[in-house]
């Protein structure tokens, strides 16, 4: 809130990318419209091609607040939904927010305030992962533990900080134009492309834990595989356009993945000794879900495991089995443009 009222707080824009997000849509938005922020807000739903009740669900809070605008992305990306929802904004301070992404009560306001006094181009904090059910819960404990994601800050917490990425993130308008918004060939990884992009111009990008976004994780393990398979996947194209943009966390599941696979045929070909490895890290991923389960039901602790490896592998193997023909697309299109007309 503001302190001082006296001093106007900057007018703020909500973008939002979704698609089938019938489930998480009316309580993402109802938690942006009861933030505790005395500045103006708008929020611009870009609607995906759903085949669920997302875009009925849309109308519905349109018609309830004149703050509540929506604008088509027949693309279905997250990218180009960003872009659209962008250039239908209007407001200095674009904060972005995913379909089933809950904001804490301050969050604007503490952005805004965070932004004011670092002199960031992009805040953002952490991607508090809660689940539903007792798998949900599993995935959640393993996207918040170091054995999951390793040193990331905005998924385990940690003091503040300058970062290379922030889970989401509070611009200013300024950076999105100057960068002309985000690259439109980035299905996957986006995010983490701009921030190195407004990073090599000189802005700095802030991880704060006063902010806390709460993140509804995958419903299935078929479905964590392939977002992490995706993430894995467009990370490498991210190396490959942005040469020195990797480091040891990102080689680190692609190198198990394959410490793994070697494991396996050398204990059926040559020796026993062999799946010492693969079980090694069969261990090690029981050993680390302990503490990570700590408060969760039995059946939740049980499930750890299984989520821990299906997110190491399946980010490796999507790492590993990136096309180049991807970077070639990226590369293509070099720095995107798409907010030139703003």
Same mark, same amino acid.
């Given at each position: 809130?503001?302190?001082?009222?006296?001093?106007?707080?900057?007018?703020?824009?909500?973008?939002?990318?979704? /698609?089938n997000?019938?489930?998480?849509?009316?309580?993402?938005?109802?938690?942006?419209?009861?933030?505790?922020?005395?500045?103006?807000?708008?929020?611009?739903?870009?609607?995906?091609?759903?085949?669920?009740?997302?875009?009925?669900?849309?109308?519905?809070?349109?018609?309830?607040?004149?703050?509540?605008?929506?604008?088509?992305?027949?693309?279905? !990306?997250?990218?180009?939904?960003?872009?659209?929802?962008?250039?239908?904004?209007?407001?200095p301070?674009?904060?972005?927010?995913?379909?089933?992404?809950?904001?804490?009560?301050?969050?604007?306001?503490?952005?805004?305030?965070?932004?004011?006094?670092?002199?960031?181009?992009? %805040?953002?904090?952490?991607?508090?992962?809660?689940?539903?059910?007792?798998?949900?819960?599993?995935?959640?404990?393993?996207?918040?533990?170091?054995?999951? %994601?390793?040193?990331?800050?905005f998924?385990t917490?940690?003091?503040?900080?300058?970062?290379?990425?922030?889970?989401?993130?509070?611009?200013?308008?300024?950076?999105?134009?100057?960068?002309?918004?985000?690259?439109?060939?980035?299905?996957?990884?986006?995010d983490?492309?701009?921030?190195?992009r407004?990073?090599?111009?000189?802005?700095?990008?802030?991880?704060?834990?006063?902010? &806390?976004?709460?993140?509804?994780?995958?419903?299935?393990?078929?479905?964590?595989? $392939?977002?992490?398979k995706?993430?894995?996947?467009?990370?490498?194209?991210?190396?490959?356009?942005?040469?020195?943009?990797?480091? /040891? !966390?990102?080689?680190?599941?692609?190198?198990?993945l394959?410490?793994?696979?070697?494991?396996?045929?050398?204990?059926? %070909?040559?020796?026993?000794?062999g799946?010492?490895?693969?079980?090694?890290?069969?261990?090690?991923? %029981?050993?680390?879900?302990?503490?990570?389960?700590?408060g969760?039901?039995? &059946?939740?602790?049980?499930?750890?495991?299984?989520? /821990?490896?299906?997110?190491?592998?399946?980010?490796?193997?999507?790492? /590993?089995?990136?096309?180049?023909?991807l970077a070639? $697309?990226?590369?293509?299109?070099?720095?995107?443009?798409?907010?030139?007309?703003?």
């Open positions: 809130m503001n302190a001082n009222p006296d001093v106007r707080l900057p007018a703020v824009s909500v973008i939002m990318p979704v /698609l997000e019938e489930r998480h849509l009316r309580g993402a938005v109802q938690a942006i419209l009861a933030q505790e922020y005395a500045g103006e807000m708008e929020v611009v739903i870009a609607l995906g091609p759903s085949t669920d009740r997302t875009d009925e669900i849309a109308a519905e809070l349109v018609a309830e607040d004149p703050r509540v605008h929506t604008v088509p992305n027949p693309t279905g !990306r997250t990218p180009a939904a960003l872009n659209a929802a962008i250039k239908a904004s209007r407001h301070i674009v904060v972005r927010v995913d379909g089933h992404g809950m904001l804490s009560p301050n969050y604007i306001a503490t952005a805004v305030r965070l932004l004011d006094e670092t002199g960031a181009q992009n %805040v953002g904090g952490i991607m508090h992962a809660e689940g539903e059910n007792d798998w949900e819960r599993a995935v959640a404990a393993a996207m918040t533990s170091k054995i999951g %994601v390793g040193n990331a800050v998924h917490g940690g003091a503040a900080c300058e970062a290379e990425t922030v889970y989401l993130g509070v611009f200013r308008r300024e950076a999105l134009e100057q960068q002309g918004g985000y690259n439109e060939e980035f299905i996957r990884a986006q983490w492309e701009l921030n190195f407004i990073r090599e111009a000189g802005g700095l990008i802030w991880f704060s834990p006063e902010l &806390k976004v709460s993140y509804r994780p995958r419903p299935s393990m078929r479905a964590l595989a $392939k977002q992490y995706d993430y894995g996947r467009w990370r490498h194209v991210v190396a490959r356009f942005h040469e020195g943009s990797i480091n /040891l !966390r990102y080689l680190a599941p692609p190198t198990a394959l410490a793994i696979a070697a494991g396996i045929v050398a204990g059926a %070909v040559l020796t026993p000794w799946f010492v490895i693969p079980g090694g890290y069969l261990a090690a991923i %029981v050993l680390g879900s302990v503490p990570a389960g700590k969760l039901p039995l &059946k939740a602790r049980l499930q750890i495991p299984v989520a /821990l490896a299906t997110m190491h592998m399946s980010w490796g193997w999507g790492f /590993l089995t990136s096309p180049k023909s070639k $697309k990226v590369i293509a299109s070099r720095r995107p443009a798409v907010l030139a007309s703003n």
